[in-house]
């Protein structure tokens, strides 16, 4: 479930509007990132929903989150229908993204 209430991560979103986008199939690189991206300021990062077994790598990076970076957001993008988001919820989703197309 969630770390950090919807309220939150809005603000944080709009406090530095800045949300790096990624993803990668091997764990260390996208521990790497991340960690890199924190240092550097990042406090909301969304983590693509691309490559086989990405929810796996969600999941490592949701444990690292709440062990070393407690107030970066972390969120789920490319989720295209309710199953996939209820899943990365699960896993630990503070949000997540989803394409549309609006007329």
Same mark, same amino acid.
């Given at each position: ?7 939150? &991560? ?8 800045? &949300?790096? &986008? ?6 260390? &690189? ?37 062990? =070393?970076?407690? =107030? ?32």
């Amino acid at each position: 479930m969630a770390r950090i209430p919807r309220l939150s &991560v809005y603000q944080t979103i709009r406090h530095v509007p800045l &949300v790096p &986008v990624f993803y990668h199939p091997d764990g260390d &690189v996208c521990a790497g990132v991340l960690s890199a991206c924190y240092r550097a300021g990042v406090r909301a990062f969304e983590f693509t929903n691309r490559g086989d077994f990405a929810h796996e790598r969600f999941a490592d990076l949701s444990r690292l989150c709440a062990r =070393d970076f407690p =107030d970066l957001a972390l969120g789920a993008g490319t989720v295209l229908d309710a199953p996939t988001a209820a899943l990365y919820l699960q896993l630990g989703a503070d949000f997540i993204i989803g394409p549309t197309f609006s007329e």
